[in-house]
C-alpha cells in the first residue's frame, strides 16, 4: 500500500524582547504536528539592519511570525526582503517609534543596569504584562525567561530597539500582505498606529478584547487559530 505524506508547512518564530523559545512554548504543543516550526534567537545585534542580515533562511521564500520585539524585525526583514516572504504574521507589536515616555522609562533602565548590574524581573513588572495577574505558572515563566538571559542580552537589545523608524510608510507602499493580531488594551501598543494604518493599507487585523501582551502564552488559542489562518 503506497503511503502520501503532505509536508508540513515551515515557519520560523522570532521571540520578543528578553525571550526565549519558551514564548511559544503552547503553539509547539498545539501545531507539532500541522507545522515544522522553527525558533529564532534575535541576533544579538547592534540595530534591526545588523539583525536582518544576520538572519539566515535556506529557503527562497519563508513564513514569518514575529512576537513583540521579533515582530518589528520580521516587519523590518520582510520590507528589506519583499521577495523572500510568502506569508506573515505579527503579533503583539506596533511597527513604529516608542513614545518619548517609553524611551526615558528605557533610558533609565540602561542607565540602571550599567551601574548596578543586571537585576531579576520582579513579579510586578511580569504581571502587567498579562491580564490574569493571579497566574502564578505564566508569572514564573517570564521572569525565567527573562533571568536565564544575561547584562549583555538585556543592554544590547534595549540600545538595538530604543530607537526606531515608523514601518508604516513601507508597510503601505509594499505589495506584502502583513496580517497584525493584538489585545485591544495592551498598554505596550500604539493603538493609534494600528487606527491610521487600517485606513490606508491591505493589511489584516485581528484583535483580541484583552489587556495581555503575552499572547503567545497566555492567548495561545487565538494565537494557534491565526496561524491557520494566515499560514
Not at 495592551?186 to 491591505?202: A, I, M, P, Q
Amino acid at each position: 500500500m503506497i503511503q502520501f505524506f503532505m509536508q508540513k508547512s515551515k515557519i520560523y518564530l522570532l521571540p520578543g524582547l528578553m525571550c526565549d523559545k519558551r514564548v511559544f512554548k503552547n503553539i509547539y504543543k498545539s501545531l507539532k504536528d500541522e507545522y515544522e516550526l522553527v525558533y529564532l534567537d534575535i541576533p544579538l545585534k547592534s540595530s534591526f539592519k545588523k539583525m536582518c542580515e544576520s538572519l539566515y533562511f535556506k529557503e527562497d521564500k519563508i513564513n514569518l511570525l514575529g512576537f513583540s520585539m521579533g515582530g518589528y524585525l520580521a516587519t523590518y526583514y520582510a520590507l528589506q526582503n519583499p521577495k523572500r516572504i510568502d506569508n506573515i504574521l505579527i503579533v503583539s507589536s506596533s511597527c513604529c517609534s516608542l513614545s518619548i515616555n517609553e524611551i526615558e522609562f528605557r533610558q533609565k533602565a540602561i542607565s540602571f543596569v550599567k551601574e548596578f548590574g543586571f537585576k531579576p524581573l520582579s513579579s510586578k513588572k511580569a504581571k502587567s504584562l498579562i491580564e490574569n495577574s493571579d497566574d502564578e505558572e505564566l508569572i514564573k515563566l517570564i521572569q525565567n525567561m527573562y533571568n536565564s538571559m544575561n547584562e549583555k542580552y538585556f543592554l544590547t537589545q534595549m540600545q538595538a530597539s530604543l530607537y526606531r523608524n515608523d514601518l508604516s510608510n513601507e508597510i503601505i507602499n509594499s505589495n506584502l500582505h502583513f496580517n497584525f493580531s493584538y489585545s485591544k488594551n495592551d498598554k505596550l501598543l500604539n493603538h493609534d498606529w494600528f487606527e491610521k494604518l487600517k485606513s490606508v493599507s491591505n493589511c489584516s487585523f485581528n484583535t483580541l478584547n484583552s489587556s495581555s501582551h503575552m499572547l503567545t502564552l497566555e492567548k495561545s488559542k487565538f494565537i494557534v487559530d491565526e496561524i491557520r489562518r494566515v499560514f
